[in-house]
């Protein structure tokens, strides 16, 4: 039992539940058990229906058979006649398709022996029925009497005995059939019976259980609840000496002992008050006295005040020039400030520019030198040209030679060759003073470009320098702003010291104020003084209603 109360209500609500999901459960095992056994004898009856069925087509098409040879001895119609042996062999092949499958189906080995039975004499109906057919086929046909009754004997004689035999079997194998259909009829009725019982049973079982269980967790969760309210309704009244005796660790044990630690905590709370009730009163009495000592010092106070207060007047005015003449220099330093900024811009631009120039004497140089190489390709190519003109001479000496051998007939030819000799030498005077022109060409390239390269380092040593002297204005100008900046921050706290030196004054004089309020507060905190003592009085009074005693 302790261990039960000690279970959290969640837990006694999950255990009722389950109660409950087990008799659901047991009541539907036993449902489904009885469907199950229900399903089964449905399949039971339906086979044996089925049995019943096949076994009475086969019954009915047999008798169908007789009569159709019946028919066929009475009746002397040949299209009739046709009919009826049509329809003899269509129901013999019927009974086989019923007497196969009732073979196929049936599991009792009594109606499978009987149906053997039935077979062996179905046949020998049939052999023998056929034959009479076609007997009385044949007599017809020929318009013979004596075959005709040569037929209906036969039929009488050997074929209407065969019948006899096949029929009470299929007749004795559908009583049969019916008999176990109802047998399982009458065994599901009582099973039906006692199933319904069991169940009524269970279901009241369980839910005399469940009501049984029910009311005892519900007890178990509302009989310490009610207790809790009770200790509760006590407590309101005033007694803070009752304690709560649920020792469950349960959800209302967890209650019952917060419960507890509330009253304990309520209770030296209220002690406390108690306490310093009587302290108050006897603070109220010391204040009182306090209180006008207190308005003595005030007025002592206010005397003082006076005095500082000339004083910090005074200072004002003081810290008042200091920040005038601290304006005066920041103003001037911003002056200053803007011309070097100016000169900074200024040599930053010259910087620039001289770059671009050394920039132009580069590519000046490079083009120069290009154009030295190319005079000297034409050197070259001055070179060739006196080669060329050298052997235009030699050729012309041959030819004149060759002129002279050849006498009259060759003088045209010595003239040409002496114009061509006139103009070899010709160029090879103008190549060399094309050469000798190149060559100061040459010279005066390798001048300029020796004297490019100095202009370049000279122009990045004026690009040096004059980065120099903008880093040296940069830092100058760096000097100068620290130095608004200070100046200005001394005029800022002259400025803020004059302000606080008037709040000052003007402090004082509040203080004077409040000096003086403070000694009219003095006399007005003595009686206040006498009201809280009474005010404890009335609250020992309070608290004489609560029972704090344990």
């Known amino acids: 039992m302790k261990k039960w109360s000690d279970l959290k209500v969640r837990t006694k609500l999950m255990v009722m539940v389950g109660i409950f999901c087990l008799a659901l459960a047991v009541v539907a095992s036993m449902g489904l058990k009885g469907m199950h056994s229900g399903n089964l004898s449905l399949d039971v009856s339906n086979q044996n229906l089925q049995q019943v069925a096949c076994l009475g087509s086969m019954k009915s098409d047999f008798l169908a058979m007789r009569l159709d040879l ?3 001895m009475a009746l002397s119609d040949s299209i009739k006649l046709k009919e009826k042996w049509d329809d003899f062999s269509s129901k013999a092949e019927a009974v086989r398709t019923a007497l196969q499958k009732f073979e196929t189906d049936s599991k009792d080995r009594h109606s499978k022996d009987s149906i053997v039975l039935f077979k062996e004499g179905f046949e020998k109906y049939v052999i023998n029925g056929t034959k009479l057919g076609k007997m009385l086929l044949e007599a017809h046909a020929a318009n013979d009497e004596t075959m005709l009754a040569n037929a209906v004997t036969y039929g009488v004689e050997q074929v209407g005995p065969l019948y006899t035999k096949p029929a009470e079997i299929v007749a004795k194998l559908v009583a049969d059939d019916i008999r176990v259909s109802q047998d399982v009829f009458n065994a599901d009725k009582a099973s039906y019976k006692r199933f319904f019982i069991a169940t009524v049973i269970v279901v009241f079982l369980a839910l005399a259980t469940a009501i049984a269980l029910g009311g005892f967790i519900a007890g178990s969760v509302v009989k310490p609840l009610v207790k809790v309210f009770e200790n509760l309704k006590e407590m309101a009244a005033g007694d803070l000496s009752v304690r709560c005796n649920i020792t469950s660790r349960d959800e209302m044990g967890m209650l019952s002992e917060e419960l507890n630690i509330m009253a304990d905590k309520l209770h030296g709370t209220i002690s406390r008050v108690a306490h310093n009730g009587h302290e108050v009163a006897a603070a109220a009495n010391q204040l009182q006295s306090t209180a006008e ?28 020039d ?18 070097a900024v ?8 010259t910087i ?10 580069k590519q000046s140089a490079t083009m120069v030198e290009t154009l030295g190489n190319r005079s000297e390709e034409i050197g070259e190519i001055v070179g060739t040209i006196e080669d060329i003109a050298d052997q235009t001479n030699l050729l012309a000496l041959n030819a004149a030679i060759e002129a002279a051998r050849a006498g009259d007939q060759g003088r045209g030819f010595a003239v040409v060759a002496d114009e061509v000799r006139a103009l070899a030498e010709r160029t090879t005077k ?5 050469a000798a022109t190149i060559k100061n060409i040459q010279a005066e390239t390798r001048n300029a470009v020796i004297a490019m390269g100095e202009g370049v380092r000279e122009v990045e040593k004026g690009s040096t320098d004059a980065a120099k002297s903008g880093e040296a204005l940069q830092s100058i ?4 702003n620290d130095l608004s900046m200070q100046v200005n921050q001394i005029a800022t706290a002259a400025e803020e010291q004059t302000t606080t030196t008037g709040e000052i004054s003007s402090n004082i004089q509040q203080i004077t104020a409040v000096v003086q309020m403070t000694a009219n507060g003095s006399q007005e905190s003595a009686a206040a003084a006498t009201q809280l003592a009474r005010l404890s009085e009335e609250m020992r009074t309070l608290m004489a209603h609560f029972k704090i005693a344990v």
């Not at 308005?295 to 008042?320: F, K, N, P, V």
């Not at 100008?477 to 100068?480: A, D, P, S």
């Open 430 to 434: 103008a190549t060399k003073q094309i």
């Open 342 to 349: 100016t000169s900074s811009q200024i040599v930053c631009e």
């Open 293 to 320: 000592q207190m308005a003595t010092g005030a007025e002592q106070a206010a005397a003082q005040t006076q005095t500082i207060a000339t004083a910090s007047e005074e200072m004002s005015a003081t810290s008042s």
């Open 322 to 339: 200091i920040a005038f003449n601290c304006h005066k220099v920041a103003s001037n330093a911003d002056l200053v400030t803007e011309a």
């Open 477 to 480: 100008l760096q000097q100068i």
């Open 70 to 72: 019946v028919y066929m």
């Open 352 to 361: 620039s520019v001289m770059g671009q120039i050394a920039e132009c004497v």
